[in-house]
C-alpha cells in the first residue's frame, strides 16, 4: 500500500507563488504516473498536472494553468512538487496529490492541502 501525504498549501495573495509537495512512501519505479487534481468549493475535481514518471520530461497540465504551473519529481526524495505562480483567486481549493501505479485503476491520493488566494 502507498501512501501519499500533500503539504506546502496556505494562503497567498494573487500573483504570489507557492510549492505544493506530495511525498509518496513507494518508490518511483512502483509508479507509473503521478496527478495534481484541484477541487474548488462548489464544483468537480479538476486535473490540473500530470508527470510521467517513467519518460523524463513527460508532463501534462489543463489550459487553466499553463505557463503559470510546473510539476517536477525528485526521485531521491520519493516526491512531486507543483510549483505554482501568479497565483490567481480562481485558484482556490483543495489540492490532491494522486499516485498511479502500473495495474490500471491502482490509486493511491492523498488527504489534500488547501489553498486560498485572496485578492
Known amino acids: 500500500q502507498v501512501q501519499v501525504v500533500e503539504s506546502g498549501g496556505g494562503s497567498v495573495q494573487t500573483g504570489g507563488s507557492l510549492r505544493l509537495s506530495c511525498v509518496h512512501s513507494?518508490?518511483?519505479?512502483?509508479?507509473?504516473?503521478v496527478r495534481w487534481h484541484r477541487q474548488a468549493p462548489g464544483k468537480q475535481l479538476e486535473l490540473v498536472a500530470t508527470i510521467h514518471t517513467q519518460t523524463p520530461g513527460s508532463t501534462n497540465y489543463a489550459d487553466s494553468v499553463k505557463g503559470r504551473f510546473t510539476i517536477s519529481k525528485d526521485t531521491a526524495k520519493n516526491t512531486v512538487y507543483l510549483q505554482t505562480n501568479s497565483r490567481k483567486p480562481e485558484d482556490t481549493g483543495v489540492y490532491y496529490c494522486?499516485?498511479?501505479?502500473?495495474?490500471?485503476?491502482?490509486?493511491?491520493w492523498g488527504q489534500g492541502t488547501q489553498v486560498t488566494v485572496s485578492s
Open positions: 494522486q499516485a498511479s501505479g502500473h495495474v490500471a485503476g491502482v490509486n493511491y
Open positions: 513507494g518508490s518511483f519505479s512502483s509508479i507509473y504516473a
